[in-house]
């Protein structure tokens, strides 16, 4: 059963590394492996626009090039860089970040949308992927 309030609290943590100057709009991920590990990832932006990586996939790519891949779930909270924790709401995983959990994840993948320390909500990757054209893992 995951603990899906101390996965938003490891989100909250990597979201504090955001480096977001051109949105301001800071992102922080924390994904959970099978075996319980947690790899953390935040969004990092460039001043050419297209080099910036959500932190969902920063949080996948350093999980994969350590050899990892199999994975239970992840949080996610995003909100105006500086905003109290709570007073925002949740930020759903862009498009592209879908693509690469599908290319991962079982359709059961849990992913957690956190608004505040202890608000979030859990919705499957099939849910949030739906017709995808390869069948999820
Ligand atoms: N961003 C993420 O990191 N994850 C999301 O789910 C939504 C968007 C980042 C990308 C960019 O740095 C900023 O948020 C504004 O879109």
């Known amino acids: ?13 990597a979201q504090k590394n955001s480096y977001c100057p051109y949105s301001h709009w800071a992102v922080g991920a924390a994904l959970l492996t099978k075996s319980g590990k947690v790899y953390l ?9 297209s080099p910036t990586v959500c932190a969902e996939r920063v949080a996948f790519f350093k999980a994969v090039s350590e050899g990892v891949r199999d994975f239970s779930a992840i949080a996610i909270v995003g909100n105006a860089e500086g905003a109290k924790i709570g007073d925002g ?11 690469v959990m599908t290319e ?14 202890d608000d979030y909500e859990v919705y499957t990757l099939a849910e949030l992927m739906p017709k995808v054209s390869l069948p999820l893992k």
């Open 1 to 13: 059963m995951t603990d899906y309030k101390a996965l938003v609290k490891a989100a909250y943590e």
């Open 41 to 49: 990832g935040c969004n990092i932006e460039n001043n050419t626009f």
């Open 89 to 99: 709401d949740v930020c759903p995983p862009c498009g592209v970040c879908r693509q």
């Open 104 to 117: 991962f994840c079982p359709a059961d993948f849990e992913i957690v949308l956190g608004r505040g320390d």
